[in-house]
């Protein structure tokens, strides 16, 4: 069964800061990994997927992550945090060709930018 | 192109009632989800349409709970009768193919407070 785990369900940096929300996850086929983003009373927004190929994925509003298969991560960066990216962020899985492509969330993690 | 619509955004009803939440996914998308975020809990996949027929009803809480897809288009969810542990965001998404390697597209969701 896959599962999904976000280290910390709250994060706070500084505005210039960097920003590390940190995702582990399990799965006994190569999964597609996601990272969601949801501003105050909107949907879930796609920020960035790793499917095949180049492991470094870059994403929207200046957002990476790296799918590391030796440590079952996909960890959500940013180099410097603006006031913005404030929001609660949530990992994903799902496996290739299972079950129609259901995802897997993690618990989320919400995101604080201090001025 | 217009995204994926849900209605209502916000729903308050007493325990006993009845609520039926409508989701119209983005034209052409043949696959659509409905996930629900209960407060503090992580988002879970309640079912899946390929068109109008139910692919994998697995989360689905109790019988309860009833989706439909009319002619393959817009969905709705009924919760007959509403408990209050069916307090929660519910959230549609669809993709255009089966794999996910897309990403889905969510609407922005129900929040359903039974009180």
């Known amino acids: 069964a896959q599962s999904v785990t976000q280290l910390g369900s709250h994060v706070s940096v500084s505005e210039g800061a960097l920003v590390l929300l940190r995702c582990n996850y399990s799965s006994s086929v190569p999964p597609y990994l996601f990272w969601y983003v949801q501003y105050p009373n909107q949907g879930l927004q796609l920020l960035l997927k790793y499917t095949t190929g180049a492991t470094l994925v870059k994403g929207i509003n200046g957002f990476e992550a790296e799918f590391k298969k030796s440590e079952t991560s996909f960890h959500l960066t940013k180099p410097s945090a603006h006031m913005s990216d404030a929001a609660e962020y949530f990992c994903a899985v799902s496996g290739v060709n299972n079950q129609g492509g259901k995802l897997i969330f993690g618990q989320g993690t919400e995101l604080s930018v201090k001025p | 192109e217009a995204g994926v619509t849900q209605f209502p955004s916000h729903s308050v009803i007493e325990k006993g009632q009845t609520v039926t939440l409508r989701c119209d996914p983005i034209?052409?998308?043949?696959?659509l989800y409905w996930y629900r975020r209960v407060m503090g809990k992580e988002i879970k996949f309640l079912l899946h349409f390929v068109k109008e027929s139910k692919q994998d009803e697995s989360g689905m809480p109790n019988n309860r709970f009833l989706a439909e897809r009319t002619g393959g288009t817009y969905s709705t969810l009924k919760v007959q009768p509403a408990e209050l542990e069916d307090s929660g965001v519910y959230f549609c998404a669809s993709s255009p193919g089966r794999e996910n390697r897309y990403g889905y597209t969510f609407g922005s969701g129900t929040r359903l407070t039974v009180v």
């Open positions: 034209s052409g998308h043949d696959n």
